[in-house]
T-cell receptor
Framework: EAGVAQSPRYKIIEKRQSVAFWCNPI?????LYWYQQILGQGPKLLIQ????????DSQLPKDRFSAERLKGVDSTLKIQPAKLEDSAVYLC???????????????FGPGTRLTVT | QKEVEQDPGPLSVPEGAIVSLNCTYS??????FMWYRQYSRKGPELLMY????GNKEDGRFTAQVDKSSKYISLFIRDSQPSDSATYLC???????????FGPGTSLSVIP
């Protein structure tokens, strides 16, 4: 079974530039998550999709971050404009349809390491 | 007070040692408790999960949850160099609550 795919793996940009990350979840997984992991910290949920609808985006800085999941499969996360504090690893994860249940069995991709200079 | 706290380490042990990793939390609504392992430059992978209080064993790994003390533990027996990684505790409530991760403990098992 193929895992969660993410690209690019690394990205270096200057502050105020824009950047986009792509995620392809495991086939058949209805729930998709984007996390931000700052060095030395645990992953923090940015946004959660159930199929192509947003379930939770309470911690997404909406003035600069946006995400979409077209057709309930692939997803993109965009930052515009980037700030120095956005330097982090952006992780995508997927899980089977929660349907009001727990989401403990999340499968993570390798992440995109973003450096903002 | 942070929702989930974890000693960041680093923790260094000799091969074959018993390792104890711990987390404390403040939200009594948490019902599901997980341990993830994260190798360097990789995404986290689920090791074990436990619902509510109690113990769960899987091979060399044992997870314990004490909800009355808001304290969870992961024990690794006969530790191996391949266990060297960062261990993240995580927890969530019911329904569509988000998963909250601890900051992780870095473990090195020395051959």
């Amino acid at each position: 079974e193929a895992g969660v795919a993410q690209s690019p793996r690394y990205k270096i940009i200057e502050k105020r530039q824009s950047v986009a990350f792509w995620c392809n979840p495991i086939s058949g997984h209805a729930t998709l998550y984007w996390y931000q992991q700052i060095l030395g910290q645990g992953p923090k949920l940015l946004i959660q999709f159930q199929n192509n609808g947003v379930v939770d985006d309470s911690q997404l800085p909406k003035d600069r971050f946006s995400a979409e999941r077209l057709k309930g499969v692939d997803s993109t996360l965009k930052i515009q404009p980037a700030k120095l504090e956005d330097s982090a690893v952006y992780l995508c994860a997927s899980s089977l349809d929660r349907v009001g249940g727990p989401s403990y069995e999340q499968y993570f991709g390798p992440g995109t390491r973003l450096t903002v200079t | 007070q942070k929702e989930v706290e974890q000693d960041p380490g680093p923790l260094s042990v000799p091969e074959g040692a018993i390792v104890s990793l711990n987390c404390t939390y403040s939200n009594s609504a948490f019902q599901y408790f997980m341990w993830y392992r994260q190798y360097s430059r990789k995404g986290p992978e689920l090791l074990m999960y436990t619902y509510s209080s109690g113990n769960k064993e899987d091979g060399r790994f044992t997870a314990q949850v004490d909800k009355s003390s808001k304290y969870i533990s992961l024990f690794i027996r006969d530790s191996q160099p391949s266990d060297s990684a960062t261990y993240l505790c995580a927890m969530e409530g019911t329904s569509y609550d988000k998963v909250i991760f601890g900051p992780g403990t870095s473990l090195s098992v020395i051959p």
